[in-house]
């Protein structure tokens, strides 16, 4: 915000609400100003200019959806953030339509919501010029992330790039191993010759080697003329061996003499073929333990692994979700003809909390599944068509039953977990706190004194 100290208007017909969200947000540096009722907002922005108007939905003389619609019109710049104890999928997608940055249903987290409204207001302060470069420096050819780790690997592929080295790639399944590949090729000198991908896994072993080498007419049954193999068409280029640990033993044996000598023979044939390629191999295995279980040579291990490069999981660069969530959800959006413009502050919320075994491969398929099946126009967390993403979610949360060596405070663990399941049961019963008490086995008289000590707002 330029230096300047955000200008933010409260809208709630609660007094409670007013005044808690203006503790809140005061403590956060913010200038906070209260209104009770949507009518009093546009005498409010023509005394002065806010950066940022938070409205409650259901109020008495004027619904928040008016107050969103009269803000936009007599200030389009100014960021609205709507909240309500009554939400709905309608009113979201009416809300996301009208222009509102987030609708975010009561009762909500704190931390939650002073990050919405962090982003909120980070979102309105950078200039468009800004936010490109922000961009940029996001994204490494079609690599995407700012992370540090990220950042790491993007300073290595320009360091190797240049280089004739052999490059090996490690990391989990999904993290993005032959976009990395595909970057070292793109910035090297054979950028312009071929980028040859061989799924070591995916070709039968009794294939491997006519593929690989190519063959003569008559070699075998079925070989009717010749053809060449996968390192006649990458003269000059690069070869990715992707999953290389998966090479059978003879197979190992014949690419250690084409690294070593760049040459080979083919199938059928008797005369040595010359080729000059960069090998980027690939593996979601531990090659080291596999040359200790002799699994796979040690010379051909020292000669893929001269410049090792490893791809953190997502789960180890979380901050990076909120730049690949939205990517997928335009690309998805474009290309099935959609009209989804956003990932809702909890469905992101939930998405973070999730550890993502399959990595960035998966977070894409999430999304994508998620604009499939999308009937509106923002991706609330009802609507993220994962079955079990939630409740992994949470089980992950609640797993903090070691000890830690300095001792714990138990107090704070309890209560971390009775907030998790008042917040819970509250989601499961739509905000109907009779009801959320019910699931909980306890009275409303209860349920809301432990509202209070928890400093949920209802």
Same mark, same amino acid.
């Given at each position: ?21 203006? =503790? ?30 938070? +409205?409650? =939905? ?43 940055? $987030? ?48 950042? #790491? ?11 004739? %080295?052999?490059? !090996?790639? %490690? ?19 054979? &950028? ?40 006649? *068409? ?7 061996? $992707? ?30 073929? +010359?080729?000059? /390629?960069?090998?980027? %191999? ?48 335009? #690309?998805?959006?474009?290309? !099935?003809?959609?009209?989804? &413009? ?28 998620? /604009? ?10 009802? %609507? !993220? ?27 704070? *663990?309890? +209560? ?18 009779? &009801? ?23």
């Amino acid at each position: 915000m330029s230096g300047k100290t955000p200008n933010i208007l409260v809208v709630d017909d609660q007094k409670s609400m007013q005044e808690f969200l203006d =503790i809140m947000l005061s403590k956060e540096g913010y200038r906070v100003i209260t209104a009770e009722d949507g009518e009093a907002v546009p005498p409010l922005m023509a005394k002065e200019h806010f950066d940022l108007i938070i +409205t409650d =939905i259901r109020m008495k003389n004027v619904h928040g959806i008016d107050v969103l619609k009269n803000v936009k019109t007599l200030s389009p710049d100014t960021t609205v953030i709507l909240i309500s104890a009554y939400a709905t999928a309608e009113t979201a997608v009416e809300a996301m339509k009208e222009g509102a940055f $987030d609708y975010i249903p009561k009762p909500f987290k704190v931390n939650d919501f002073k990050k919405i409204v962090a982003d909120a207001l980070q979102s309105k302060g950078r200039p468009p010029q800004e936010k490109e470069s922000a961009e940029s420096e996001a994204h490494f050819g079609l690599l995407i992330g700012e992370s540090p780790e990220m950042k #790491r690997v993007y300073d290595l592929i320009r360091r190797v790039a240049e280089t004739k %080295s052999n490059v !090996l790639i %490690s990391g989990e399944s999904g993290t993005g191993k032959e976009l990395v590949a595909k970057a070292v090729h793109q910035l090297s000198e054979r &950028r312009d010759k071929p980028f040859v991908v061989i799924n070591c896994a995916g070709i039968p072993e009794n294939l491997i080697e006519s593929e690989l080498f190519g063959y003569r007419k008559g070699a075998f049954t079925g070989a009717l003329a010749d053809k060449e193999g996968f390192f006649d *068409v990458a003269d000059g280029g690069t070869v990715f061996l $992707d999953e290389v640990g998966e090479l059978p033993p003879l197979i190992q044996v014949k690419l250690l003499r084409v690294i070593q000598e760049k040459t080979f023979t083919c199938v059928g044939g008797t005369e040595s073929k +010359t080729v000059d /390629v960069r090998f980027i %191999s690939a593996t979601n295995k531990d090659l080291e333990k596999e040359v200790m279980n002799q699994k796979f040579r040690e010379d051909l291990y020292f000669r893929l692994n001269v410049i090792p490069i490893a791809i953190p999981p997502l789960r180890k660069r979380q901050g990076d979700l909120r730049l690949l969530a939205p990517h997928f959800l335009e #690309r998805y959006s474009r290309e !099935l003809g959609k009209d989804i &413009r956003k990932i809702s502050a909890y469905a992101m919320d939930i998405l973070e909390k999730y550890a993502f075994p399959g990595n960035v491969r998966e977070l894409e398929n999430i999304v994508e599944r998620s /604009v499939v099946l999308e009937a509106s126009n923002i991706i609330l967390p009802e %609507s !993220l068509a994962l079955a079990g993403l939630r409740d992994e979610a949470e089980t992950q949360k609640r797993r903090r039953t070691d000890l830690d060596v300095g001792g714990i405070q138990l107090d704070d *663990v309890m +209560t971390g977990i009775e907030q998790d399941y008042v917040m819970q049961a509250l989601e499961m019963a739509r905000g109907s706190k009779q &009801r959320a008490a019910k699931l909980l086995g306890i009275s409303l008289r209860s349920f809301r004194y432990r509202l209070e000590k928890l400093n949920i707002p209802e």
